[in-house]
T-cell receptor, first 114, second 114 residues
Framework: AQSVTQLGSHVSVSEGALVLLRCNYSSSVPPYLFWYVQYPNQGLQLLLK??????LVKGINGFEAEFKKSETSFHLTKPSAHMSDAAEYFC????????????FGQGTELSVKP | GAVVSQHPSRVICKSGTSVKIECRSL??????MFWYRQFPKQSLMLMATSNEGSKATYEQGVEKDKFLINHASLTLSTLTVTSAHPEDSSFYIC??????????FGSGTRLTVV
């Protein structure tokens, strides 16, 4: 069965600093992996997804993630944090092929200090 | 892009009453709908998966008689919380999966049972 682990429930960075949110997955089949962002009292917005194409995936708002099979990781990065990036971030893996249920990590709250 | 409209965004109901939450896919056909529950500062917990015209598949521990899911058309799914109690207070989010659009999330419903 698939699972996702996000290391660090809370990450704090300064504005302009590198953002690194960690995600490790477990899957017995080639996974589809996703990063979502959630603002308070809102639904989830897709940042990017990996679907077995290029291992470096570029998403919206300057975010990107690299799929590393050897490390079973899919860490999310952004070179320079903005205040507007402060939110909750979720990594997820799709069970089976695309369209199967999503298994979410515990979430990482990103704070951005001025 | 794909949009899922979820209503209401916020509802307060009395203990013992029922509440219906609707999710509509506005510009695509949602072959599968997922319903999640999210407690404060926690991740999303999948409650059930429904395919159009079929009975929903509930996750272990979710009472199917309490959380009624209907997916009568390719654009509409509803979640009815029956005989609601304060412990049912939570944030409920739907997600639609269609052939071309991956997963699209609704904006969520904050349910408060008093």
């Amino acid at each position: 069965a698939q699972s996702v682990t996000q290391l660090g429930s809370h990450v704090s960075v300064s504005e302009g600093a590198l953002v690194l949110l960690r995600c490790n997955y477990s899957s017995s089949v080639p996974p589809y992996l996703f990063w979502y962002v959630q603002y308070p009292n809102q639904g989830l917005q897709l940042l990017l997804k990996y679907t077995s194409a290029a291992t470096l995936v570029k998403g919206i708002n300057g975010f990107e993630a690299e799929f590393k099979k050897s490390e079973t990781s899919f860490h999310l990065t952004k070179p320079s944090a903005h205040m507007s990036d402060a939110a909750e971030y979720f990594c997820a893996v799709s069970e089976g092929n695309q369209g199967g249920k999503l298994i979410f990590g515990q979430g990482t709250e990103l704070s951005v200090k001025p | 892009g794909a949009v899922v409209s979820q209503h209401p965004s916020r509802v307060i109901c009395k203990s013992g009453t029922s509440v219906k939450i609707e999710c509509r896919s506005l510009d695509f056909q949602a072959t599968t709908m997922f319903w999640y529950r999210q407690f404060p500062k926690q991740s999303l917990m999948l409650m059930a998966t429904s395919n159009e015209g079929s009975k929903a598949t509930y996750e272990q521990g979710v009472e199917k008689d309490k959380f009624l899911i209907n997916h009568a058309s390719l654009t509409l799914s509803t979640l009815t919380v029956t005989s609601a109690h304060p412990e049912d207070s939570s944030f409920y989010i739907c997600s639609a999966s269609g052939e071309d659009y991956g997963y699209t999330f609704g904006s969520g419903t904050r349910l408060t049972v008093v």
